[in-house]
């Protein structure tokens, strides 16, 4: 069974820091691409990062210089460290992961809540 689970979420004042965490299990982590997605209330889900098999990332214009990808395929796990965060920035924000093929297999995480608020 697989399983992605989201940690590290919570309330934090503007210009504050976090660092999300997913921990995935039942897959065979270093085959697939990781990337964290976000979802406001009233907004589409919305890419926020991924970071490849080879460890090449890629971010949304919006979060660039302040959120920074990365992953330990030993402990199965990618991060999200966000730094210098804005009230636009509040979001549940969900794992993902994605294995090339065909069909393509991807998965996603139930999500941790950022609220970002004075």
């Known amino acids: 069974q697989v399983q992605l689970v989201e940690s590290g979420g919570g309330l934090v004042q503007p210009g504050g820091s976090l660092r999300l965490s997913c921990a995935a299990s039942?897959?065979?982590?270093?085959?697939?691409?990781m990337g964290w997605y976000r979802q406001a209330p009233g907004n589409e889900r919305e890419l926020v990062a991924r970071?490849?098999?080879?460890?090449?990332?890629y971010y949304v214009d919006s979060v660039k210089g302040r959120f920074t990808i990365s992953r330990d395929n030993a402990k199965n796990t990618v991060y999200l460290q966000i730094d210098s965060l804005k009230p636009e920035d509040t979001a549940n924000y969900y794992c993902h992961a994605r294995k090339s093929g065909s069909p393509p297999q991807e998965y996603w995480g139930q999500g941790t809540q950022v609220t970002v608020s004075s």
């Open positions: 039942g897959i065979i982590f270093s085959f697939y691409h």
């Open positions: 970071i490849f098999r080879a460890g090449d990332t």
